[in-house]
């Protein structure tokens, strides 16, 4: 059995055909463009597509979104990082032009049910989803459910505030974990504070740079890596306090930087969490990296045929 | 049917005998006295206890208690306002001293099923209870059903960070929600800032007359009014991005400041919810007041009673 996993990132749309044993046999890569608007995005994303698609037998469609998403509905509620995309119909638009059944998730969401269906969290019931890309994610399953909220856009992790008062955030608030932790925030802290670090080899400012430089004991590299794993120790001390999770699973670009930010991480989790949960929980890095998303997006494919619960649409 | 439902707190104990009409016949309060050790705090609430249920048919005990509670077992596994408190067996000592079956049950998580069966909640299935009291507890009912993690010991939301590098607080970390919004933050904020507003009319510095001053418009009142609402807004802005509740209830001594308190609490969580939330969420007051601690034991032996999971101890 085969879907079409397509991961939609700020930047990039990933896509490729998985098969229920994990192989992708087929893939493509795109730009975004979002500044094109939500219509031209759809299009070029069901271009590539069908040309993907063409000669083989699909299940279904999963994508994997940012933003608040209206899973039942396929509906994009709210996007940060997509200017304009309020109550979009993406699952609609795609399958109306592919004619193949399309489940959209929050791809953070995703990433967790991805990483339990073919990553690291495979044996847990309950697993804390975060990926650190162009945004911050979250996705969590609670006893082996995908934990949405009431109204379905919960487990909007990335918008919990860990610097009161601090940067502006997509979201419109101040601080939130995103600020600091994204891809885009900890190029911002580098460049901010490069003034001061003359003699910091860092010269692109991508955070994968910033990261290394940080490992190899750059001043400026060390100062962003501190003010980053204190912001994400606040974070997911605070998830282990609410959700008393298994698993933390770290992903998204980020999350290349590897050990040396896992250490951080785990250190200042450690920091900020009650004595009583200690042991309760181990943070481990994603292991299916570059193909997280669309794993992610072809896990609810899986998630969905398996429960029989899909509508048509 | 009538249950035992008692409240303990870090100075008082309540005890109350609950009919399933939400009715209470009998009552009694005791000083916790949390100094004389946790064999000296039992035997005093067993022989208050037995007192009170004497010639009456009891099905069963229901004790809220702060911290981190293994409920399965009834032990109480760390508690950051009782010091020593590591471990303890709590509901069996009471059930061997009492004869009668005992479900114990981290004193937030009780006030929010209390506020299902007996309060302002009771029509909703996705519930954030916070209690603003000695400390700061959470309780959360998603779907109808108590959340607790997978241990057993999540929806400590009184230990979020929200004001990083803050107070040190009960539980070792540092800022915590705890720190700044519970009666005991309240206070201490009031009482550091005395000096610079010498035309401040509060005298005994309780967090209900550092309120009510607020309401009126004193200065130091104000001040203190502002950090503990900018940290309950920080706090619930999370909560809300997290678990996309209906309803949240708050509780405890500190909510007696009304409406005044509410209407700053909206505000300020407002201003941390983004826009795709709003509207999805109502803030509003326990109407239990005093006796929420006693309707949420209660509730627990209720809950216990119609799952029929209750296992003799």
Redesign the interface.
Known sequence: MKVLGIDLGGTKVAMGIVDNDGNISKRKTIDTKTEEGFNAVVDRIVTAANALMKGEKIEMIGIGSP??IDHEKGIV??S?NFPGWINVPLGPDISSKTGIKVVVENDANAFAVGEKWFGVAKKY??VLGITLGTGVG?G?I?DDRV???????????G??????NGYLCG???HGCLETIASATGISRLAREWKERYPNSSIKEFSAKEILDAAKQGDPLGMKVFERVT?ALG?AI???V??????VIVIGGGVSRAGKFLLEGIEKKTQ???????WG?YKIVLSELVDDAGIYGAASMCFEELKNDKTDTR
């Open positions: 933003g608040s509620r709210f940060p019931t309950n979250g969590i609670c934990f949405r909220g009431s109204t379905g856009i919960g487990a909007e992790l918008h919990v505030v860990v610097e009161p979201c419109g608030n204190d606040i001390g605070a998830f306090h609410i959700f008393n999770p298994q920091e900020n969490v009650m004595k009583s949960f309760t």
